[in-house]
């Protein structure tokens, strides 16, 4: 995963191989092909300018020259998901409900509670809209909220935005 707008990768340099390159190939969704986006001779690359909280379709293809013998592999396609930016504007309406700005491109959010017994943050809900009813659980005592925004690769791993500002209640 990325930082929002770049994507890093790292790929392993075979042992014995005296000299090494690789290509990386972004997928245009428009004319349905791989196109060439870069071409390195070390094990990892970056990707600058991208969308936040978006999959990318990313291929890769190496190849190993040794013994004046040259190897080419075969296009190895994977997604690559950026994350989704920090959720902004905490607040809490009517005591009972937590809202805060949609996070474009974020699939859900999920909402964590301080649990000041056990002094950790605990996860209270995950939800898909931007608010939570946190109702009339906690009674009279302070409570500390936090939320952060999420987005799903296709295999339903869930990579996270950056945590709100913390509010309490």
């Known amino acids: 995963?990325?930082?929002?707008?770049?994507?890093?990768?790292?790929q392993v340099k075979v042992d014995g191989t005296n000299r090494w390159q690789s290509t990386t190939y972004y997928y245009d969704t428009a004319t349905k092909e791989y196109?060439?986006?870069?071409?390195?001779?070390k094990a990892s690359i970056t990707i600058k300018g991208l969308?936040?909280?978006?999959?990318?379709?990313?291929?890769?293809?190496?190849?190993?020259?040794?013994?004046?013998k040259t190897?080419?592999?075969?296009?190895?396609?994977?997604?690559?998901v950026t994350l989704p930016g920090k959720t902004k504007n905490l607040k809490i309406e009517d005591?009972?409900?937590?809202?805060?700005?949609?996070?474009?491109?974020?699939d859900g959010y999920t909402v964590y509670s301080y649990n000041s017994s056990a002094k950790k943050w605990e996860r209270f809900d995950t939800?898909?809209?931007?608010?939570?009813?946190i109702g009339k659980k906690f009674g009279s005592a302070t409570q500390k909220f936090k939320v952060r925004a999420f987005?799903?690769?296709t295999d339903g791993t869930k990579f996270y935005g950056g945590y709100s500002n913390i509010i309490s209640r």
């Open 1 to 10: 995963p990325s930082d929002g707008k770049v994507y890093h990768y790292s």
């Open 35 to 41: 196109h060439k986006y870069k071409t390195v001779t």
């Open 51 to 68: 969308e936040k909280a978006t999959t990318y379709k990313i291929a890769v293809s190496n190849v190993f020259k040794n013994n004046g």
């Open 71 to 80: 190897t080419t592999t075969p296009k190895v396609a994977f997604n690559a």
């Open 95 to 106: 005591k009972i409900t937590l809202t805060w700005s949609k996070v474009k491109g974020a």
């Open 127 to 133: 939800v898909k809209k931007n608010s939570c009813p």
């Open 151 to 153: 987005k799903k690769s």
